[in-house]
């Protein structure tokens, strides 16, 4: 099994370091699956939008709901992510050198989200990525048993995936 997982310090880093391998790997001829995260900043406000790329080449979709300047919930838009996790699954079908996915977090926590895409990739013998959220770590690791943490370092993860994907 090749699971690997990286949780970068800061918020935003994980997304803008699997971003990058993704590009890295796709221009390396990689045939890449799942989502990475692209933020916009909401500089008025001080909130961002939040965005998953679908590997390899789209469409972006919004996962994030606007609550309000003042909301303090959750804005996540859990049908928008599953639109998400749909198509990407769909994707995964067809074959893939490597999984991608920007986050394991509060859903696949409670067993929605992207969990069954990485079963499925797992099953598969297809390599995966996941970006962990320092929360979910605990959760990630009772749902795969055992995954390698890598630095969260783009040249380490590069190296990683290059490797298993050969």
Not at 48 to 60: H, R, T
Not at 105 to 117: I, Y
């Amino acid at each position: 099994m090749k699971l690997a997982y990286v949780i970068a310090p800061g918020r935003g880093k994980t997304n803008l370091l699997l971003a990058g391998v993704a590009d890295a790997l796709a221009k390396r001829g990689r045939t890449l699956c799942g989502t990475v995260q692209l933020d916009t900043e909401r500089a008025e406000e001080h909130h961002c939008d939040m965005d998953v790329l679908l590997l390899p080449d789209g469409p972006k979709i919004r996962i994030s709901q606007y609550l309000g300047a003042d909301a303090q919930g959750c804005k996540l838009d859990p049908d928008a992510l599953e639109t998400a996790v749909g198509q990407t699954e769909e994707r995964l079908k067809a074959g893939a050198d490597l999984l991608i996915v920007n986050k394991f977090g509060k859903q696949e926590a409670q067993g929605r989200g992207f969990r069954e895409a990485v079963g499925e990739a797992l099953a598969r013998d297809i390599p995966a990525i996941i970006g962990v959220s320092e929360g979910a770590r605990l959760a990630f690791m009772n749902f795969v048993g055992e995954a390698e943490q890598l630095d969260p370092d783009h040249d380490a993860v590069l190296e990683w995936a290059l490797n298993a994907t050969r």
